[in-house]
């Protein structure tokens, strides 16, 4: 999954319609509902304020709204555009100001879709990423080759007593790698906790 770093506003128009996007990290529904209310108060006089967020490590908590927009032209639109870009933890809020000139369901869903992407296109985006305490237990001979082996990772705690004892804050995604490598390394005498 990917997250917002920071707010970000996008605008771009389409046969004089308005459409301004904001991308806006969330990490609850009330702040997704703060967010929309605050952007809804600064654009107070536009036509419509259609959004989605999704929220949570597994994207589980998500909502899309049209706002007056024919059904399935910019809600669920934007919402394609945040899960497309693996984003969570974000509210995208489209407002429009109606330029005169109708633009139909297709054209509406290619706005919509337009500005979200710009939003998304323009934004500083980083991966999530999740970590686990790894600690090992092994014989000083092999001292060197465990921390030339977890060089990059870091190290939380030492105790060096009958054995070496460390502790490693590792992404969780390289876990059962570096496990295997203990292994290997110490001839299966390291122990793993």
């Not at 927009?69 to 669920?76: H, L, R």
């Not at 633009?103 to 290619?110: E, Q, S, Y």
């Not at 059962?176 to 122990?191: C, F, M, R, S």
Request: hydrophobic fraction near 40%; charged fraction near 20%; proline fraction near 2%.
């Amino acid at each position: 999954m990917n997250k917002l770093n920071a707010p970000v506003e996008a605008k771009i128009e389409i046969k004089k319609s308005i459409f301004i996007a904001n991308l806006i990290p969330v990490t609850s529904i009330q702040e997704a509902q703060d967010a929309l209310k605050s952007v809804s108060k600064k654009y107070y006089d536009a036509t419509h304020n259609c959004y989605s967020y999704i929220i949570g490590k597994d994207a589980t908590i998500y909502k899309y709204f049209d706002d007056g927009e024919p059904s399935q032209t910019a809600g669920i639109v934007i919402y394609n555009c945040l899960q497309k870009n693996n984003l969570t933890d974000v509210i995208c809020i489209v407002t429009r100001y109606f330029g005169g000139i109708k633009l139909g369901a297709g054209g509406l869903v290619r706005a919509y879709a337009n500005a979200a992407s710009e939003a998304v296109n323009a934004a500083s985006i980083s991966e999530i990423i999740e970590y686990a305490s790894l600690v090992i237990e092994f014989d000083y001979t092999y001292t060197t080759q465990v921390l030339k082996l977890l060089a990059s990772e870091e190290k939380v705690a030492q105790e060096y007593k009958e054995n070496v004892k460390l502790e490693f804050k590792i992404p969780t995604s390289k876990i059962e790698a570096y496990k295997a490598d203990l292994i290997n390394l110490t001839n299966g005498t390291v122990k793993i906790h």
